[in-house]
């Protein structure tokens, strides 16, 4: 089986060979050249981007015998051992299948041990926030006092579910989505240099279809590869083996639903069907859909658009502003169907009739009265929503930011202290450190000085110890904030249903059923 | 090769042009709904990557085909969940597996079932896997969505999307193959929502097909008012063995009909009764009982309150 995946065969063996993260590499560079490295690093960033091909090319360059402008050499005997993992200055930790305990536990007894040949044993952690609790802290105690020869770097998807107490240890750097254009650039340089011609337009739709992951464009590339028989990349093959990701369809339906058009929205569905879209992808696509409309026409910001790419959609412009009402109950019923259809055996007639229920909605009877009310509240909201949802998505990520970032937008008490989450996890986490690293994964939501900490089901484990501090936490909060301030603790179920359902309906106001359990 | 596999021409090809030119990568997802074949097509496929022939691969005759076939080959791994779940422990003894070198050839194939019911832990272990496969091996997962495999993994593997039948090919299949005529064809269709086994099945046991017939007909007599056959219909599928899931799944193809019938306008349609909204708000109570039939003893009760509430309206 001597064929080498793309992928694996193009990965950067050299900082000037990564693509798109051009400040890291300056900096990480610089740090080696002018012997200025950190102990501890984390790599964060989307799937794809380089984070471990920068962790290896780091550890290499640091150790490198005749290191030029903090390149590694790639030829010196450091190097090439280190390359075959022939000496073992490189530990590799995979903080997901073990889940770390054993191995955090072996690095804390032999991390004091030196290299066997350069300066710098380095351990890179991957998937960092898959590490246990009794990991985490295993990991703290080793980074509160690292020897001077052990560098360490972890590596996360997610690092909103480190702890606060991690984080502040590391020396941060977030790797950005690629942009198309690198994607691009480097798709013809991989197509030349394996000797196959590609369309233009192809390379333009593998590079809008990798989500800013280099490996996710060259595992397309590659599979496109394998379907051509000509040695020349078309269009048609890239859609292809897509399975026709191609918006229009998505788009022609919510036009069909908009114009109550049940024939269009049907034509629509069998043609995605028979191209083999999935009916749960496809749900999900059109819930996205929607829900970046109505964040749009709430927020003109394009930027908070995921399924949408394009500011200048006709579906943007065909939507009124009296729609969005209309179109928040379309987003409800479809993330309701949408777990439904997951685990039903007729998803095709479920997505049917979804879609006939959706093109034949009419807004329940009202009181005038209350309509009326319901729009007041959203004009209300519209002012800032854009803050609120801010807040919402990045309370989660505050514990880590440096102090004088932290002054991001809060409620403010009209008497006391002003009123900041960010001082109450502080002080928390003075008294109880424990406790501070559990509130870190939650996500904070402040309502007149009321926090409310929203847990995943994957961080259940912190979700558990802060419940059990309640009272504990509702007593420090009220201590510094005051006898109205409140705190509660809340486990979501399901995080897609939060963005499908919840977030919308709060862009709306609270005159709606609350759906958080 | 394939000879007996309808449908997904194009991943039948990929996989044929890579056992003509004996050019594997190290991992593939094959995703789709039940019912696609996808497993079968794997083994055919696995066949053919291990089978000695010099001519057609897979032979089927030789000793390595055979070998798959039973399942008793050496180098052929195949993991099933282990009640419900495939677990982080068998993933983690399959890549100790891995370190081990192929008994018979060089190279050692892993065919990992049902991975949509894996955590995200085991996920994230089979992930290393990808990332460093050893030279010899080669993974092919077999998943009934994308939705539940993380990122990481789809930008590792080789991914073949696998496709229910469209309805023309599958009502051209069962009316040239099995002698269906168009309507029982398009029944069967929406019975089996294209997966041509299921057909099959279908038409061997005929039982199970007049299931939905007899149904329909109490279905349309209780429209007309006639009360009493929602005691037939919940007592029928007591006597027939329809479980609570397949009954709700007839009554909902039965409302899906009226309701594209009514919604399109259909000429000649009967327009003495259900309105489009109450339509709707059937098919939605339909769902609703179908999503909590796991926690629900008392089916028949809902079933027939249900029947109840069509009947009055
Ligand atoms: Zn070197
Ligand atoms: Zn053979």
Redo the contacts with the bound molecule.
């Keep these: 089986m001597e064929y080498v995946a793309l992928y694996r065969r193009y990965r950067p063996k050299e900082f000037r060979e990564m693509i798109g993260q051009e400040n890291i590499v300056t900096i990480l560079k610089n740090q080696i050249i002018m012997d200025k490295i950190a102990h501890a690093y984390l790599f964060s960033g989307t799937r794809g981007t380089g984070k471990t091909s920068a962790a290896k090319i780091f550890a ?1 360059a640091v ?5 030029s402008q903090g390149e ?5 005997e ?3 051992n280190l390359e075959s993992n022939s000496v073992m200055d490189i530990i590799e930790i995979d903080a997901a299948s073990n889940r770390g305990v054993d191995e955090i536990r072996e690095l804390r007894d032999k991390v004091k041990y030196l290299p066997s040949m350069g300066k710098y044993k380095v351990y890179i952690i991957d998937e960092v926030h898959m590490l246990t609790m009794e990991a985490f802290n295993a990991l703290l105690k080793t980074l509160e006092e690292p020897p001077s020869h052990a560098i360490f770097i972890l590596a996360t998807t997610e690092p909103n579910k480190l702890p606060a107490t991690i984080l502040s240890r590391c020396q941060r750097f977030n790797f950005k989505r690629i942009s198309a254009e690198d994607i691009i650039k480097q798709l013809l340089y991989v197509c030349k240099d394996i000797d196959v011609e590609i369309e233009d337009a192809a390379v333009k739709l593998i590079a809008k279809n990798a989500d800013g992951a280099m490996r996710d464009a060259l595992s397309i590339l590659d599979q496109c590869m394998s379907i051509s028989r000509d040695n020349i990349i078309e269009y048609e093959e890239v859609k292809t083996i897509l399975g026709i990701t191609d918006n229009q369809i998505v788009y022609s339906i919510i036009e069909a639903i908009l114009d109550w058009d049940v024939k269009k929205a049907l034509v629509n569905l069998d043609i995605a069907y028979n191209m083999g879209k999935e009916m749960t992808q496809l749900i999900d696509q059109l819930a996205l859909a929607l829900r970046d409309i109505l964040i749009y026409k709430i927020t003109g910001n394009a930027d908070l658009m995921v399924e949408i790419r394009d500011e200048e959609s006709e579906i943007l412009k065909k939507v009124q502003l009296d729609d969005l009402e209309k179109i928040s109950e379309y987003i409800e019923i479809l993330a309701d169907r949408e777990n439904k259809i997951k685990f039903s055996s007729l998803p095709k007639i479920l997505m049917e009739v979804t879609l006939i229920k959706l093109c034949t909605w009419t807004k329940p009877e009202k009181a005038a009265a209350g309509v009326r009310e319901e729009r007041g509240s959203y004009q209300a909201v519209k002012k800032e929503p854009a803050l609120e949802r801010a807040q919402i998505l990045q309370t989660s990520q505050k514990p880590s930011a440096p102090p004088e970032k932290a002054a991001v937008k809060e409620d403010t008490a009209e008497a006391g202290k002003p009123f900041s989450w960010n001082q109450a996890v502080k002080e928390i986490s003075k008294e109880k450190p424990l406790l501070g690293m559990s509130l870190g994964p939650g996500k904070a939501k402040i309502e007149n000085k009321k926090i409310l900490l929203y847990y995943d089901e994957a961080n259940k484990f912190h979700y558990d110890a802060i419940l059990k501090e309640k009272e504990q936490i509702t007593k420090i909060v009220r201590k510094l904030f005051g006898d109205d301030a409140g705190f509660d603790v809340k486990l979501r179920e399901n995080d897609s249903e939060f963005f499908m359902k919840t977030l919308p309906l709060e862009i709306f106001g609270e005159d709606k059923v609350d759906f958080i359990k | 090769m394939f000879d007996n596999i309808h449908g997904n021409e194009l991943n039948k090809e990929i996989l044929k042009n890579m056992i003509n030119e004996r050019k594997y990568g190290h991992a593939y997802l094959f995703s789709g709904p039940k019912g696609t074949q996808k497993r079968k097509i794997a083994i055919e496929f696995i066949k053919g990557i291990f089978c000695l022939s010099e001519g057609e691969r897979p032979c089927h005759v030789c000793s390595q085909c055979h070998k798959i076939e039973s399942g008793n080959h050496p180098d052929f791994h195949e993991i099933r969940p282990e009640d419900e779940n495939i677990k982080i422990q068998q993933i983690r003894d399959m890549q100790k597996s891995m370190m081990i070198k192929p008994y018979e050839g060089d190279k050692k194939v892993y065919l990992v079932n049902s991975c949509e019911s894996m955590g995200v832990p085991a996920q994230n272990s089979l992930l290393k896997i990808l990332e460093e496969p050893s030279g010899s091996t080669m993974v092919i997962l077999v998943a009934n969505s994308k939705k539940s495999i993380l990122p990481t993994i789809l930008s590792r593997c080789q991914i073949l999307n696998f496709n229910p039948l469209a309805k023309a090919s599958f009502v051209t299949i069962m009316t040239d193959e099995y002698g269906t005529d168009a309507d029982e064809a398009d029944l069967l269709f929406q019975l089996t929502q294209g997966r041509i086994d299921e057909a099959g099945k279908m038409i061997r046991y005929p039982e199970k097909k007049n299931e939905y017939r007899i149904i329909e007909e109490h279905l349309d007599l209780l429209r007309k008012g006639n009360v009493e056959k929602i005691f037939d219909i919940t007592k029928m599928a007591k006597e027939k063995g329809i479980d609570d899931i397949k009954l709700t799944d007839y009554l909902l193809i039965y409302f899906r009909n009226i309701l594209i019938n009514k919604a399109l306008k259909v000429e000649n349609y009967d327009e003495d009764c259900l309105t489009i909204p109450e339509i709707n708000d059937i098919i939605e109570r339909i769902i609703d009982i179908q999503s909590n039939t796991k926690i629900n003893v008392n089916m028949q009760l809902q079933v027939e309150s249900l029947l109840l509430k069509i009947q009055e309206e």
């Design positions: 290499r150790n490198c015998e005749n290191n590694p050499c790639n030829t010196c450091s190097c090439i």
